[in-house]
């Protein structure tokens, strides 16, 4: 990362940029109230089935365009997901496919995010998971959070739930004016 007020911008994909929820919805009768979803079994996405189903997702409205801008102006993005590693073509080849910006993809457990955030710097994160969230709020300046049923009661002072990708454009115009002002 080079530059005075470039930052390193970590982004979760699924249930963040990517709305895999939507495809479990279709295919399984689960509530949004609890995650991870219980009534999924463990290693579910390391099948054909929850490959296929990852593959599948569609990307939330907006999050490719506040990604670029991101990315225009010289942020590092870093794709950090819970998804198993036997994921990683599909994954890369799903954020080529729907034109998200380049960026490394790091695969880890989940409850490693803040670990991996806090050793490489990370500024800001985008996540979805509540718990994740929690831990990522001590290492990082700022946790974008969209919104769904199981992570409506996180109140947090460094996590901020949006409704929309569209709403956190001028979030990114905002941070965009702050960096290149320091």
């Not at 010289?74 to 994954?91: D, F, L």
């Amino acid at each position: 990362m080079e530059g005075p007020g470039r930052m390193r911008i970590g982004v979760d994909i699924c249930n963040t940029i990517a709305n895999v929820n939507a495809e479990i919805l279709r295919s399984y009768d689960v509530s949004l109230e609890v995650y991870p979803f219980p009534e999924l079994p463990a290693g579910f996405f390391s099948t054909p089935e929850g490959l296929t189903l990852l593959a599948r997702a569609k990307p939330l409205a907006g999050a490719v365009e506040v990604l670029k801008n991101y990315a225009l102006h010289g942020h590092e993005i870093i794709y950090i997901t819970s998804r198993p590693v036997i994921a990683a073509n599909i994954t890369r080849e799903w954020l080529a496919v729907h034109g998200f910006p380049r960026g490394s993809i790091v695969f880890l457990p989940r409850g490693y995010k803040k670990v991996f955030a806090t050793h490489y710097g990370i500024g800001l994160f985008f996540e979805d998971d509540p718990i994740e969230a929690a831990g990522l709020q001590e290492a990082v300046g700022q946790v974008y959070m969209p919104a769904w049923p199981y992570n409506r009661n996180v109140r947090e002072r460094y996590i901020q739930r949006f409704t929309s990708w569209k709403d956190m454009q001028n979030h990114s115009d905002c941070h965009l004016r702050l960096r290149m002002v320091l």
